[in-house]
């Protein structure tokens, strides 16, 4: 094999080195403990790598956002794909994680305080655009503006799911009007009649196609959210026990009490009513 037809780059040549800005990249890892402990690495890079997925799945929700203002949702549904795939890329990264031991982790454990996972914006951002908005929240980003106003632009748009239900509404399907008025500020509780229409939807799917598979995607996006949880939890106390986070938190404690949180209640209420009889409603 030759190289003859390769392209040999020069100081102007754009390179793959060069776009991904690799030397860069590479740059930002730096390590607190000393002598460096082998292991702080791995914890560097994982986490940076679930900030630039962070990224990614906010740059699909946004654009899932858009195409439903554009009444169009199989592109939402395309993107809600790409980011369960990636949530399942979150879960393995776990794995990688407890290749660690307890013991190496608290060599350089002491060094992160008082810094913490609760103090990823991104995530939070991701939680306030799927509808799980606090506002006690916001005070902890208080201290960088550009966090800060990423979360509060999250706090203060329509989530996910009211543009997905203001999409419904203009394809003619009776979405309740105090739902499309609703404080967007606040977190969506279940509704009755949202529950009766998705039931509706799931019972008779051929009439609807494209809306059960959106539905079920939204599902698997909240679903995978709550597994990522729940190993995030076992992985916590793997490594620290019941002791406290490094940035104030109880802990695994604290995660375990996270464990409940659900973006789309009305879907999952539908889980306890499919079969008992619905009245089919209308809408294309």
Request: charged fraction near 20%.
């Amino acid at each position: 094999m030759t190289y003859d037809n390769f392209v040999q780059p020069n100081p102007e040549t754009l390179t793959y080195g060069r776009y991904l800005h690799v030397h860069e990249l590479l740059g930002l890892q730096q390590e607190l403990s000393q002598p460096k402990e082998h292991d702080e690495l791995l914890f560097i890079v994982i986490h940076q790598v679930y900030e630039l997925w962070f990224k990614q799945i906010l740059h699909e929700v946004k654009h899932c956002q858009e195409t439903l203002t554009q009444d169009d949702i199989l592109p939402m549904t395309k993107a809600l794909h790409r980011v369960t795939t990636i949530q399942k890329v979150l879960l393995q990264q776990v794995d990688i994680l407890e290749t660690m031991t307890p013991t190496e982790f608290n060599r350089f454990r002491k060094n992160l305080n008082p810094a913490s996972g609760f103090q990823s914006y991104q995530f939070r951002e991701f939680e306030f655009r799927l509808g799980m908005k606090n506002p006690a929240h916001l005070r902890f980003f208080s201290h960088d503006p550009a966090a800060s106003a990423k979360l509060q632009a999250a706090m203060q748009e329509p989530t996910l799911y009211d543009h997905f239900l203001r999409y419904l509404q203009r394809q003619g399907f009776p979405v309740p009007k105090d739902v499309l008025e609703r404080d967007v500020t606040q977190i969506h509780n279940s509704h009755p009649e949202l529950v009766k229409l998705f039931t509706d939807i799931y019972e008779n799917p051929a009439q609807n196609y494209h809306l059960y598979l959106a539905l079920e995607a939204l599902v698997d996006l909240d679903e995978l959210l709550i597994l990522w949880r729940y190993r995030h939890v076992q992985m916590v106390r793997r490594m620290i026990g019941d002791l406290a986070g490094t940035g104030g938190s109880l802990g695994a404690r604290y995660l375990q009490s996270t464990l409940n949180k659900s973006a789309f209640p009305d879907i999952w209420e539908v889980r306890n009513h499919l079969g008992q009889g619905t009245t089919p409603y209308g809408g294309r």
